[in-house]
T-cell receptor, first 111, second 123 residues
């Protein structure tokens, strides 16, 4: 069985600062993907970034980067230069086809 | 708009009634997934299709739930004899089988693109 743990129910960050959202996972699969999604108040799930378990380098997509530490089974999301529009729920997920999601972190960006 | 679409966006039904939801995936994606999301939680996997074949079903998918993808394009999710506990957002997602530019190929899976969801309220 796979499990995702997001220990931060809510986070605050000042506009233009960086923020790290924590995610730890547990799986016995040797090959898996790690994903981060953003869910604004409008409800749609927006794909942000992907990290493969075999990838040697941390994934980056614009202002998003994934701090992947395989030995510690963590896949933290770093958002640089936060913007007001980043305020949303953020979900960490893992899997190859059926994704297992964490319970999410609500990020609020303050002006 | 070439994203995933779902219909209807909202459905209110009385307990015991049957409901059916439709999902149209991104046209070149051959994998289609259904998830359920309740308030304050992350999505929970229900089932997925590769082309027309239903390859995996969660134990959350009771006998009252059935999903089809008859021609490998759109999919339907039917809930029979709805219960109040079925009230949730039903999300559909699609993904390509072989993502491009991916180190290690598709061993780690493909990113899934979600539709806007169908919010079901059972009264």
């Amino acid at each position: 069985a796979q499990k995702i743990t997001q220990t931060q129910p809510g986070m605050f960050v000042q506009e233009k600062e960086a923020v790290t959202l924590d995610c730890t996972y547990d799986t016995s699969d040797p090959s898996y993907g790690l994903f981060w999604y953003k869910q604004p108040s409008s409800g749609e799930m927006i794909f942000l970034i992907y990290q493969g378990s075999y990838d040697q380098q941390n994934a980056t997509e614009g202002r998003y980067s994934l701090n992947f530490q395989k030995a510690r089974k963590s896949a933290n999301l770093v958002i640089s230069a936060s913007q007001l529009g980043d305020s949303a729920m953020y979900f960490c997920a893992m899997g190859r086809r059926a994704l297992t999601f964490g319970s999410g972190t609500r990020l609020q960006v303050q002006p | 708009d070439t994203g995933v679409s779902q219909d209807p966006r909202h459905k209110i039904t009385k307990r015991g009634q049957n409901v059916t939801f439709r999902c149209d995936p991104i046209s070149e994606h051959n994998r289609l997934y259904w998830y359920r999301q309740t308030l304050g939680q992350g999505p929970e996997f229900l089932t997925y299709f590769q082309n027309e074949a239903q390859l995996e079903k969660s134990r959350l998918l009771s006998d009252r739930f059935s999903a089809e993808r008859p021609k490998g394009s759109f999919s339907t999710l039917e809930i029979q004899r709805t219960e109040q506990g079925d009230s949730a957002m039903y999300l559909c997602a699609s993904s390509p089988q072989n993502p491009s530019n991916r180190i290690g190929g598709a061993r780690g899976g493909s990113e899934q693109y979600f539709g806007p969801g169908t919010r079901l309220t059972v009264t």
